[in-house]
């Protein structure tokens, strides 16, 4: 099996590890991973901005590069969101339609693929901490996931899970909302921030680093201490060989 990994413009940017733990989950369990160079924002940002014709080009563009995948493997909830949204996009163009419906059908974010397309549910990882996990908005809301990240975690071994108070807030990031009501937004992840403390978690975990990006700059303005990791370095970490078992699916 194949995929091409799209990355997401955080991740490729500010924390390239994120990539790299999930290129080494999937070809652990017989993927191959390739990576188009020629992608690039999903235009989430001017999209929600209102700006929808000057995003069209950026839209084309990963039409273009995502075009020959077999499957599309995004490293962020939101992201991956944003481009199943393409088919309603171009809903009315009868040249991209058909294009952005294959992508929405074979775009995944990196738990449900391995969750809802491979099957997994053990991928032999470690993490002998207490762990919370912010659970995204657009992840939850848009997506429509709530399930992949929590039953991969469950497990992991060692693993202590202790849910957010109020685990459906936002934490205020929301892309370019945090720009343009800073107030609000600070309000929001100061809230987060005290949930987080209260499950007395040593980790904070997501699948999306906007957010831990966020949250966790708060918590170091506040000068509180959090470890934060992305969903796919949970997944790849401290890993038992023995436990690892290739799918036939992956094969394939």
């Known amino acids: 099996m194949k995929v091409s990994l799209f990355t997401s413009c955080v991740v490729d940017a500010l924390f390239p590890n994120v990539s790299i733990a999930i290129v080494e989950v999937l070809e652990r369990f017989g993927v191959e991973v390739v990576y188009p160079e020629n992608q690039v924002c999903c235009g989430q940002p001017t999209l929600n901005s209102g700006y929808r014709e000057e995003s069209r080009k950026v839209l084309i563009n990963q039409l273009e590069a995502f075009k020959d995948a077999d499957y599309v493997v995004g490293a962020a909830g939101s992201c991956t969101a944003s481009m199943r949204e393409y088919a309603e996009f171009f809903k009315d163009d009868p040249v991209y339609y058909e294009e952005a419906v294959k992508l929405h059908d074979k775009t995944y974010e990196f738990t449900q693929f391995l969750y809802h397309v491979?099957?997994?549910?053990?991928?032999?990882?470690?993490?002998?901490?207490?762990?919370?996990?912010?659970?995204?908005?657009?992840?939850?809301?848009?997506?429509?996931?709530?399930?992949?990240?929590?039953?991969?975690?469950k497990y992991v071994k060692g693993l202590e899970y202790v849910e957010i108070p109020h685990i459906e807030n936002c934490?205020?990031?929301?892309?370019?909302?945090?720009?343009?009501?800073?107030?609000?937004?600070?309000?929001?992840?100061?809230?987060?921030?005290?949930?987080?403390?209260?499950?007395?978690?040593?980790?904070l975990i997501s699948a999306d680093m906007a957010c831990l990006m966020n949250i966790g700059g708060k918590f170091n303005r506040e000068g509180q201490p959090i470890t934060i990791m992305h969903i796919a370095e949970v997944l790849n970490h401290d890993i038992d060989p023995t436990r690892v078992t290739i799918p036939e699916k992956a094969l394939a």
């Open 118 to 153: 491979l099957g997994l549910k053990d991928v032999g990882a470690t993490l002998n901490k207490k762990v919370t996990y912010h659970r995204s908005c657009h992840m939850t809301r848009l997506l429509g996931e709530r399930e992949s990240p929590f039953e991969l975690m």
């Open 171 to 203: 934490c205020g990031f929301g892309g370019t909302f945090s720009v343009k009501e800073p107030i609000i937004s600070n309000a929001m992840v100061t809230e987060k921030m005290n949930d987080i403390i209260d499950t007395g978690a040593e980790v």
